[in-house]
Structures are given as structure tokens and as C-alpha cells.
């Protein structure tokens, strides 16, 4: 399946040099500014940035459209225990949700993760609840994760396994690949 072509309906679109500039323009969020590098604030480290994004495996790089406007990926990316960090920024938080559990569910729908995690900025609350109402559970904190300016924060961490993905989704919708039943361990 070519991931290029998946969740055209929640104004989704993978992410090309061609969009450089909407890239950029998120720069103004706060929460692009923390879990971005700012040097994505030049033209030509923002293409090279876009670049190397549809070069990494598995990592499904999404532009948001209107409402929410923002840009998904996912990174830090295990291929052996089928998990990755999920990048996840919008200039509208509030609008997210929807946006967000559509690039979920065609991450998964592409590729076989089984965990997906992310780490967001203890002073960002509107994204870390845009997290929850996607279906990802707070797992912990990481102390002092952040450098903000001249200050370090917290981060919140936040877990999405495949199955309880696929638990919560409308019926008829079925999971492909992984199932459930590979949990060895305690419940």
C-alpha cells in the first residue's frame, strides 16, 4: 500500500518540498517551536528537513489543512519491537483531535505498529489533551526533557498501543497485521 494515498478525507496530504512554506509558517505555534528545530526557520533547511523526512522509513510525514493546520510524522522509529515517537504539531490545537486519530489510524493502517508514544511539553496542555482525545493514555513524565529558551521543562508522556487503537474505532473498521494476542506478560 502506497501511504501516499491513504486519509484523503480529513484534509490530510503527505508533506513535499513543495509545502515549505506552510512548514515554516508553523514556526509561530508554540508547540513547532519547542518539538521542531528552529532551524526549520530557513527556506533551505526546511526543504532538506521535508526531504529527509520521506526518506525515513516508516515515518508517514502528514501536512494538516485548515482548521487545525499542522504536520505529523513519526520518528525514533523500532522496527524490532514495532513502535516510534509521534511528532505531532498544530497551529490550532483545539481543532486537532479528529485530525490526529485520522493520521493514527492510517499509520496503522500502513505499518505494523504496535506502540506509538509521544513526549509533549509539560506547558502545552491543549496538545497533550489533542493526545487523549485521540486514544493515547498518559503513561509518566520525563523530568527535565525540554530546553525552552533559558529554562528546561517537563514532558508528558503519552502511549498508544494497536490494539486498544483498533478497540476504540467505529465498528467495521478491522485491524489489519498485529493482533492482541502477542502480549507476554502481565496484564
Aim: proline share 6%; charged share 25%; aromatic share 8%.
Amino acid at each position: 500500500m502506497n501511504p501516499g494515498h491513504v486519509g484523503e478525507g480529513r484534509g490530510q496530504r503527505p508533506v513535499t518540498v513543495a509545502d515549505v512554506a506552510a512548514v515554516r509558517a508553523l514556526m509561530d505555534s508554540d508547540s513547532a517551536r519547542i518539538l521542531l528545530s528552529a532551524d526549520l526557520q530557513t527556506e533551505e533547511l526546511a526543504a532538506r528537513f521535508i526531504r529527509a523526512l520521506n526518506t525515513q522509513q516508516w515515518s508517514m510525514p502528514r501536512l494538516v489543512e485548515a482548521p487545525a493546520e499542522g504536520l505529523c510524522f513519526t520518528t525514533d522509529i523500532d522496527l524490532r519491537n514495532l513502535s516510534a515517537r509521534l511528532i505531532a504539531v498544530f497551529r490550532n490545537p483545539g481543532e486537532a483531535a479528529d485530525d490526529l486519530r485520522c493520521y493514527l489510524r492510517d499509520l496503522m493502517l500502513c505499518f505494523p505498529y504496535h506502540r506509538i508514544f509521544a513526549l509533549v511539553p509539560w506547558s502545552l496542555p491543549d496538545l497533550g489533551e489533542v493526545h487523549r482525545e485521540a486514544g493515547f493514555q498518559a503513561e509518566g513524565v520525563m523530568r527535565d526533557h525540554f530546553l525552552r529558551g533559558d529554562r528546561i521543562e517537563d514532558a508528558h508522556v503519552y502511549g498508544l498501543l494497536r490494539p486498544d487503537f483498533f478497540a476504540s474505532e467505529p465498528a467495521g473498521t478491522h485491524e489489519p497485521g498485529i493482533a492482541g494476542t502477542l502480549r507476554a506478560g502481565p496484564e
